[in-house]
């Protein structure tokens, strides 16, 4: 044993020197761990506990080893302080029982083993500090997943609490009731009427109400819905609500309610029927209006038709007997008359199919080259007029099925228009073949022709094209219109192409006849 007074082989600048590399270097390193967590009180009391325990543990009256006096209150730290506060304690303790014992106290101050002074200190400085720092790092790291956890709790229970839907967790108990787990403030409008509060303040359904049946119907594991209204925020809402439960074995059966907020949606529903119904009442006066007038067109063409064909007959009768000059009259009568006749059958065809939209008879096999043949002989006088002529090639005998009458309308109007628009002295070519299931019809003439731009617009109703206004040529607009009508009809086709250099070619395709075997 070493008699009492400073400690053998004891040197306080090497003590010193890896004792603060050891202890001051991890201060550095916990700079973001200052926050702080007990209470400037706690910190101060246990700073002074650890203290005094150093004292004394290590004071030079006291040789018995109790050098681990100050570990409780440093433990103690660790759980209660952040990270660098316990570890500016554990520094503190490991310099003041290093300063004892270089003052002969402490067990340290005169051992008997192997180990020095020194190193007897620097194992205890690094045995407070791995002890302080391991115990506070686990501390801070629950500490904070704690304080995390706590953060998004919060945000969830916000959003639970804010949204404009309605949640609930309910659970049931031993004696079968439902108790509410938890609820935002939505759901407990909803629910209102639904609860109960008992004396200890636990909310659950009441028996036999509508949620308590609702829930019954949900233990089977499928959602069960209802439509309930609700005041909420004074206004009266409607909301779906939908029950469905679970059952765990730690926790038993448990249900979740739903209820969202119908409302908007329904008003929103309200405002699309009344904007249908008042495009559906805009839609039946159009109707109505357009009803309207093709009563009247058709009332005011058949009434002028019967003057028109009082005045044909009698220019009839007047060109068998007059002539010179009256007979060039009664021409020239005739001539308007049926150029007015036939405005009047267009304009009442337009109007009859525009009601009916059906065919005017049966369809039948027709002779398209006979056809042609008869629209070509009842178009001679303007044709002779013009002095042009026609040139017909028909491929053999090619039949199609079509109503005779819509036929020789359809032929009619595509050659009187090939004659109005070419020049004198033209040509007007017509082709007709079979091609595989359908017939085609193409009537080329050298007139102005049309534009890209005017082609989608030449088969609306009394549309005329800039050119043929131009030219003085007269027309109401509505042989196209007609022609397509009856083409489609037909199951049809018809296109208008420019035809190089000048000119238009019509295209049609009708339907062939085909022979019952």
């Known amino acids: 044993a070493h008699p009492k007074g400073k400690p053998d082989q004891m040197s306080p600048t090497r003590a010193a020197v890896p004792s603060a590399l ?7 390193l916990m700079n973001r761990l200052r926050r702080a967590v007990a209470s400037p009180r706690r910190v101060i009391l246990l700073t002074l506990a650890s203290v005094g325990a ?34 500016l304690q554990a520094v503190t303790a490991s310099v003041l029982a290093s300063v004892l014992t270089f003052l002969g106290g402490g067990p340290f101050a005169h051992p008997d083993g192997v180990l020095t002074t020194e190193n007897l200190l620097q194992l205890y400085a690094l045995s407070l500090v791995a002890m302080t720092l391991a115990i506070s790092a686990l501390r801070n790291e629950r500490r904070r997943s704690e304080t995390q956890q706590a953060a998004f709790q919060s945000l969830v229970t916000e959003a639970f609490s804010r949204t404009k839907n309605g949640f609930a967790v309910l659970q049931e108990n031993l004696d079968r009731s439902i108790a509410v787990v938890d609820i935002n403030p939505v759901a407990a409008a909803v629910l209102a009427g639904q609860l109960a509060q008992h004396h200890a303040g636990a909310w659950t359904v009441i028996p ?8 019954t119907r949900a233990r089977s594991g499928l959602p069960v819905a209802a439509e309930w209204r609700a005041e909420v925020d004074g206004v009266q809402r409607a909301f779906e609500v939908t029950a469905t439960s679970s059952r765990r074995a730690e926790i038993g059966q448990v249900f979740l309610v739903d209820a969202q907020d119908l409302t908007d949606m329904r008003e929103q529903q309200r405002e699309l029927q009344q904007r249908l119904e008042r495009e559906r009442q805009t839609a039946q006066a159009l109707r109505d209006a357009n009803q309207e007038k093709d009563d009247f067109v058709a009332s005011v063409t058949h009434e002028l038709r019967t003057p028109l064909t009082s ?12 002539d010179g000059a009256e007979k060039e009259f009664v021409v020239t009568i005739r001539r308007n008359a049926n150029r007015l006749l036939e405005l009047v059958n267009n304009v009442l065809t337009l109007s009859g199919r525009a009601q009916t939209h059906a065919p005017s008879g049966p369809r039948v096999p027709c002779d398209l080259g006979r056809f042609i043949l008869d629209a070509v002989q009842d178009s001679e006088h303007e044709r002779r007029a013009k002095e042009m002529g026609i040139d017909i090639h028909v491929d053999g005998r090619v039949l199609v099925s079509a109503i005779p009458a819509e036929l020789t309308r359809i032929l ?15 040509t007007i070519t017509i082709r007709a073949r ?5 017939a085609k019809l193409t009537v080329e003439d050298e ?13 609306d109703p009394f549309y005329r094209s800039p050119s043929a206004t131009r030219a003085g040529i007269a027309g109401t607009g509505l042989g196209l219109t007609i022609v397509r009508d009856l083409i489609t009809n037909l199951n049809g086709t018809i296109h208008l192409t420019p035809r190089e250099p000048h000119g238009t070619r019509v295209t049609i395709t009708l339907p062939a006849h085909e022979p019952v075997s």
């Open 22 to 28: 050891l202890l001051l270097v991890p201060l550095a």
């Open 447 to 459: 007139g102005v022709g049309i534009s890209e731009s005017e082609i989608d617009r030449l088969f």
């Open 412 to 426: 009619s109007n595509i050659l009187s228009n090939a004659l109005k628009f070419s020049p004198r002295n033209g």
């Open 54 to 87: 150093v004292c004394v543990a290590f004071s030079p009256w006291n040789q018995s080893p109790l050098a681990f006096l100050p570990a409780p209150f440093l433990v103690w730290a660790a759980f209660t302080e952040s990270m660098y506060t316990v570890h």
């Open 208 to 215: 036999h109400s509508d949620l308590d049946n609702t829930l």
């Open 434 to 438: 079979r091609e595989d299931n359908h």
């Open 311 to 322: 005045i044909l007959g009698y220019a009839e009768e007047l060109d068998e007997v007059l």
